[in-house]
C-alpha cells in the first residue's frame, strides 16, 4: 500500500517563500514521473510540476520559473520549492504519479496573503 504524505504548507505573504515535502512509500519517486498538484476552492485539482525518473522536469506555465520540484537520491522523498509566492498560488498541495495512480494523501495547505 503506496502512502503518500505532504508536509511543509502554512501562510506565507505575497513575495515569500515555502518547500513542501512528499513521503512517498515504495521509492516509487524511482519507478513513476512524480507530480505535485493543487487545488484551490471551487476549482479542479491542476498539475503544476512534475519530475521524471531521469530527473527532467515539467512546470505549468503558471508557476514556471518560481517553483522548482526535485527527488532526494533514496527515491522516497519529492519537493516543491516555491518562490516568488502569489496569492492565486492559494490551495491544498498534493504529490501523486503522473498520472495519478494512488489514493491522495491528505495534501499540504499553503495560503498566501498579506
Known amino acids: 500500500q503506496v502512502q503518500l504524505v505532504e508536509s511543509g504548507g502554512g501562510l506565507v505573504q505575497p513575495g515569500g517563500s515555502l518547500r513542501l515535502s512528499c513521503a512517498a512509500s515504495?521509492?516509487?519517486?524511482?519507478?513513476?514521473?512524480m507530480g505535485w498538484y493543487r487545488q484551490a476552492a471551487g476549482k479542479q485539482r491542476e498539475l503544476v510540476a512534475s519530475i521524471s525518473t531521469d530527473g527532467s522536469t515539467n512546470y505549468a506555465d503558471s508557476v514556471k520559473g518560481r517553483f522548482t520540484i526535485s527527488k532526494d537520491n533514496a527515491k522516497t522523498s519529492v519537493f516543491l520549492q516555491m518562490s516568488s509566492l502569489k496569492p492565486e498560488d492559494t490551495a491544498v498541495y498534493y504529490c501523486?504519479?503522473?498520472?495519478?495512480?494512488?489514493?491522495w494523501g491528505q495534501g499540504t495547505q499553503v495560503s498566501v496573503s498579506a
Open positions: 501523486n504519479t503522473k498520472p495519478q495512480l494512488y489514493s
Open positions: 515504495g521509492r516509487i519517486a524511482g519507478l513513476f514521473v
